[in-house]
């Protein structure tokens, strides 16, 4: 008799002890991917179907050893963001606006004050006479604060900032200190050692990482717009540190260098952007992110959402609650849209439906099509949440029915936890990324585990029909 235990075969449980026996002896995500890995080769059937990341999803969630690292944002609030129709200002208004408008990270000046505090302001030689018409000099930080700011602005010194951080400890602060920047970075650890996480340090010189990093900071922005490196010295440092991102002014933006670092899994920004135009241009060039005063979050998505509405990329159902994860039957509906707007043709509707738990017609559109498959024999499992390794493979086989020559490139993956990429998404997540349509998530990872949002997925697939389509109407001819 084949007795179960907890619904599992005497077999699996013994796959289960084992794979618990391998997380004792690693450590974190190096152990859940080797225990996976394990109960992947005994599952034989995993590899037949989409259902395997189901099963692994359990088996983590069994092992309860998650790492959580903060994902890089797409759009960063310059200096504050722009408020009352001023830039630069550093002003508790500006941050406010900011958090309002939904950033999270917000970029801010620190100049030292005589007295040895950190007033918020861009500069004392021209700034400071531009935001309160004093001379331009350093002030002690009683002196900055007695200062009446443009527009009825409310200037900031560190203690002032600290304060707000404590009431919005989802905000993080890009740093930038242009003058003894370790010994300030320093001096915010040590005079508030709780707020060390919300700092997202700034560095301009290479050899600045190693004392910053010792300092505590764990997500450090190399940023270019002081240094003249070449591409090759930048490449170096990111394989022999771990950076959370590179930013670079607008002409180094459009040269190689972006591209290059992809190739390293770097997360990329440009800084200033404050058009939808050049963001778009810098987007192509393989820029991850930008540093701006004006385009908001809540407008970005959006606004990518509309360039696919226009392509014919999306259904009402879909645009509707864009933050909502995507579920199996949504992302039929996006690649069945995807084939037809790229071959014009229609997808075909088969005349039997081999699930038991969907009659979604655009899933069975999608699967006879051989775009996607069940979870088993007869089940689809139509709202179970995506993966963006599953998405990515989704992707792969749509463009591969396309025409194989899309992807006739082979590709590497650069990806610091490939370990925790499922052998079949492999391919389909180093394709994608090495064509900047699957981007990674920040220190190297790509997080292949983690769901996709609505607004996620609508991206990833104008991404592919701006990559692509032209490629195959140009072969098509």
Same mark, same amino acid.
């Given at each position: 008799?084949?007795?179960?235990?907890?619904?599992?075969?005497?077999?699996?449980?013994?796959?289960?002890?084992?794979?618990?026996?391998?997380?004792?002896?690693?450590?974190?995500?190096?152990?859940?991917?080797?225990?996976?890995?394990?109960?992947?080769?005994?599952?034989?059937?995993?590899?037949?179907?989409?259902?395997?990341?189901?099963?692994?999803?359990?088996?983590?969630?069994?092992?309860?050893?998650?790492?959580?690292?903060?994902?890089?944002?797409?759009?960063?609030?310059?200096?504050?963001?722009?408020?009352?129709?001023?830039?630069?200002?550093?002003?508790?208004?500006?941050?406010?606006?900011?958090?309002?408008?939904?950033?999270?990270?917000?970029?801010?000046?620190?100049?030292?004050?005589?007295?040895?505090?950190?007033?918020?302001?861009?500069?004392?030689?021209?700034?400071?006479?531009?935001?309160?018409?004093?001379?331009?000099?350093?002030?002690?930080?009683?002196?900055?604060?007695?200062?009446?700011?443009?527009?009825?602005?409310?200037?900031?010194?560190?203690?002032?900032?600290?304060?707000?951080?404590?009431?919005?400890?989802?905000?993080?602060?890009?740093?930038?200190?242009?003058?003894?920047?370790?010994?300030?970075?320093?001096?915010?650890?040590?005079?508030?050692?709780?707020?060390?996480?919300?700092?997202?340090?700034?560095?301009?010189?290479?050899?600045?990482?190693?004392?910053?990093?010792?300092?505590?900071?764990?997500?450090?922005?190399?940023?270019?717009?002081?240094?003249?490196?070449?591409?090759?010295?930048?490449?170096?440092?990111?394989?022999?540190?771990?950076?959370?991102?590179?930013?670079?002014?607008?002409?180094?933006?459009?040269?190689?260098?972006?591209?290059?670092?992809?190739?390293?899994?770097?997360?990329?920004?440009?800084?200033?952007?404050?058009?939808?135009?050049?963001?778009?241009?810098?987007?192509?060039?393989?820029?991850?992110?930008?540093?701006?005063?004006?385009?908001?979050?809540?407008?970005?998505?959006?606004?990518?959402?509309?360039?696919?509405?226009?392509?014919?990329?999306?259904?009402?159902?879909?645009?509707?609650?864009?933050?909502?994860?995507?579920?199996?039957?949504?992302?039929?509906?996006?690649?069945?849209?995807?084939?037809?707007?790229?071959?014009?043709?229609?997808?075909?509707?088969?005349?039997?439906?081999?699930?038991?738990?969907?009659?979604?017609?655009?899933?069975?559109?999608?699967?006879?099509?051989?775009?996607?498959? #069940? +979870?088993?024999?007869?089940?689809?499992? &139509? =709202?179970? @949440?995506? %993966? *963006? $390794?599953?998405?990515?493979?989704?992707?792969? /086989?749509?463009?591969?029915?396309?025409?194989?020559?899309?992807?006739?490139?082979?590709?590497?993956?650069?990806?610091?936890?490939?370990?925790?990429?499922?052998?079949?998404?492999?391919?389909?997540?180093?394709?994608?990324?090495?064509?900047?349509?699957?981007? #990674? +998530?920040?220190?190297?990872?790509?997080? &292949? =585990?983690? @769901?996709? %949002? *609505? $607004?996620?997925?609508?991206?990833?697939?104008? /991404?592919?029909?701006?990559?692509?389509?032209?490629?195959?109407?140009?072969?098509?001819?």
């Amino acid at each position: 008799m084949n007795r179960k235990v907890f619904g599992l075969k005497k077999g699996q449980i013994l796959v289960v002890i084992v794979c618990f026996f391998m997380i004792t002896m690693l450590s974190d995500s190096e152990a859940i991917s080797y225990g996976v890995d394990f109960y992947r080769a005994y599952n034989e059937n995993d590899i037949k179907t989409d259902a395997n990341i189901v099963d692994t999803k359990e088996i983590i969630n069994k092992i309860e050893l998650e790492q959580v690292e903060l994902v890089p944002e797409v759009l960063v609030s310059h200096a504050g963001g722009r408020v009352k129709g001023k830039s630069y200002t550093n002003s508790k208004e500006s941050i406010d606006k900011s958090y309002e408008n939904g950033y999270r990270f917000i970029e801010l000046d620190f100049q030292w004050t005589a007295d040895g505090n950190l007033a918020l302001i861009h500069d004392w030689d021209g700034y400071v006479n531009t935001a309160f018409g004093v001379e331009s000099k350093m002030y002690s930080t009683e002196e900055f604060k007695s200062f009446n700011m443009i527009e009825g602005l409310t200037q900031m010194i560190l203690d002032d900032l600290a304060e707000w951080l404590h009431v919005h400890n989802d905000v993080y602060i890009v740093t930038d200190i242009k003058y003894d920047n370790v010994k300030a970075l320093g001096y915010i650890k040590d005079r508030y050692p709780d707020l060390v996480a919300q700092f997202i340090p700034q560095i301009y010189r290479i050899e600045q990482f190693v004392p910053v990093k010792e300092l505590g900071y764990k997500n450090i922005i190399l940023t270019l717009y002081a240094s003249n490196y070449s591409d090759d010295e930048l490449i170096d440092f990111v394989k022999a540190h771990r950076v959370f991102a590179i930013t670079m002014p607008i002409a180094r933006a459009k040269t190689e260098l972006p591209r290059k670092l992809k190739e390293e899994s770097v997360f990329v920004y440009a800084h200033t952007i404050n058009s939808q135009e050049l963001r778009q241009e810098l987007e192509l060039c393989g820029v991850d992110g930008f540093y701006t005063d004006d385009i908001l979050p809540l407008s970005w998505g959006i606004d990518q959402v509309e360039k696919a509405r226009e392509y014919n990329l999306v259904t009402d159902s879909i645009i509707a609650n864009l933050h909502q994860y995507l579920t199996r039957e949504e992302v039929c509906e996006l690649l069945v849209n995807l084939y037809e707007a790229m071959s014009d043709n229609k997808a075909e509707l088969p005349d039997f439906n081999i699930f038991t738990d969907t009659d979604n017609p655009e899933v069975l559109k999608a699967n006879a099509l051989g775009l996607v498959n #069940g +979870v088993n024999e007869t089940q689809f499992l &139509p =709202k179970a @949440n995506i %993966t *963006r $390794e599953e998405m990515a493979t989704m992707i792969y /086989r749509t463009l591969e029915k396309l025409d194989e020559s899309l992807i006739e490139d082979r590709s590497h993956i650069y990806f610091a936890d490939v370990i925790e990429i499922s052998n079949w998404a492999l391919e389909p997540i180093s394709f994608l990324s090495d064509h900047n349509i699957l981007i #990674g +998530v920040g220190s190297n990872r790509v997080a &292949p =585990k983690d @769901n996709v %949002t *609505r $607004e996620q997925g609508i991206i990833l697939v104008k /991404r592919v029909y701006e990559k692509f389509k032209l490629d195959l109407d140009n072969h098509n001819l």
